[in-house]
């Protein structure tokens, strides 16, 4: 498995795609990003991001193991952020254009992940339950880079509406 993200050259002239922030992402041998989190071992105790865990009340700090998180995962709440959310977040807009956030409940850890949502996704595309899926954006770009951060998107369940 993919662990580290490699700033990969982009197909649109040299910009290089690198992320915003390292550790939290990355993408997978197939191409399709994955978060990194923390798991305690030989337990189902995950951590995201992985910095965050690694705690047992019991016995004190527990070495975590690296894993690499579900990508799809089913709404739990949502909201949109009229105020600009904190660094690394960058606004490259004025006045400030709300984004949409959702709080998304992995597949298999069944933990809740917060994250903004897609270009073009907003509270109307969202609701309770429905299945979204992680993918790869945007955040700011200068001269060289394309600076790059995780979000959800509704997932392509192949299934005609």
């Keep these: 498995m993919a662990v580290g993200v490699v700033a990969v050259p982009s197909q649109a002239m040299s910009r290089t795609r690198t992320p915003a922030v390292e550790g939290l992402f990355t993408i997978d041998d197939d191409g399709e990003p994955r978060l990194i989190g923390g798991r305690v071992p030989g337990t189902q105790s995950y951590f995201f991001p992985k910095h965050l865990g690694g705690a047992d009340p019991r016995v004190g700090p527990v070495e975590l193991e690296e894993v690499l998180l579900s990508r799809r995962g089913r709404v739990w709440s949502y ?20 984004i949409t956030i959702a709080a998304v409940e992995l597949e298999q850890e069944k933990m809740v992940v917060l994250g903004q949502c897609a270009t073009g996704v907003g509270p109307d595309d969202l609701e309770v339950g429905m299945e979204m899926e992680l993918t790869v954006d945007t955040l700011y770009q200068d001269d060289d880079c394309d600076y790059l951060v995780w979000k959800w998107r509704p997932a392509d369940t192949g299934l005609e509406g």
Aim: charged share 10%.
């Design 79 to 98: 909201t949109t952020s009229h105020y600009p959310p904190p660094p690394p977040f960058v606004v490259t807009a004025e006045p400030y254009e709300p």
